[in-house]
């Protein structure tokens, strides 16, 4: 079974009906039990930081989180989840999980285009991905052209390079697929992303990390 987390940061039923279209049982929960028992677990969310970790913490699944993270239990962070498993955030100046260590930053206000156009922030909409070292296993069968969809302001800054898998560019290129060990992250909202999202969240609901 794979636990979706809810801490009240959105809709999670899109998650959920994209799950079990390719196959798979899971249930959304808050309950620390449920998730700490669960095969594995995804992480999504929308929103701040700063209420997001209120709801984590008022709910144990900090604690709960970081227990699935030791045991080795396969995680995947999206979005909002994405952001909280770091350090720390600059949205709300909000401590995080600290599942990898580094920062969440906020776009710069006067990005450009190439073509000297300002750039909207919110990054919202489609992009391209662009892998980085060896193709880590839930990023298998995704192709060059493959875009996926995007909406956030603020992005992952993980202090080890080896934990940034993919980057995206929006005036600058930023990570937007982070992992270290049994947890793998996106910035993108893969049950939103059409096929390549699809088969990433396919290659996490088999993937095994040992």
């Known amino acids: 079974m794979i636990a ?16 079990s279209h390719i196959g ?26 700063g209420s997001a970790m209120e709801s984590i913490k008022r709910l144990g699944l900090d604690e709960a ?10 995680i995947l962070g999206i979005c909002l989840g994405t952001q ?10 909000t401590p995080c ?12 206000t006067d990005m450009k285009s190439e073509q000297g156009t300002s750039l909207k922030i919110p990054h919202m909409g489609w992009n391209s991905i662009n892998t980085v070292g060896n193709n880590h296993p839930v990023l298998s069968g995704l192709r060059k052209d493959d875009e996926f969809y ?37 910035q993108f909202h893969p049950e939103k992303s059409g096929r390549p999202g699809l088969t990433l969240l396919k290659n996490f609901c088999m993937w095994n990390p040992c």
């Open 4 to 19: 979706i987390i809810n801490y009240d940061a959105g809709n999670l039923t899109s998650v959920a009906r994209a799950v």
């Open 24 to 49: 798979f049982q899971c249930i959304i929960t808050n309950k620390t039990k449920e998730i700490k028992t669960a095969e594995r677990v995804i992480f999504p969310g929308v929103g701040a930081a």
């Open 65 to 74: 989180i970081r227990d699935v993270f030791i045991k080795g239990n396969p």
């Open 84 to 93: 909280v498993i770091m350090g720390h955030s600059e949205e709300n100046d």
């Open 97 to 108: 999980l600290g599942l990898i260590d580094g920062w969440v930053r906020a776009f710069p």
């Open 150 to 186: 995007f909406v956030h302001g603020f992005y992952p800054e993980p202090n080890n390079k080896a934990h940034v898998l993919a980057t995206t560019e929006h005036g600058i290129s930023f990570a937007s697929i982070i992992g270290h060990k049994n947890l793998i992250a996106t």
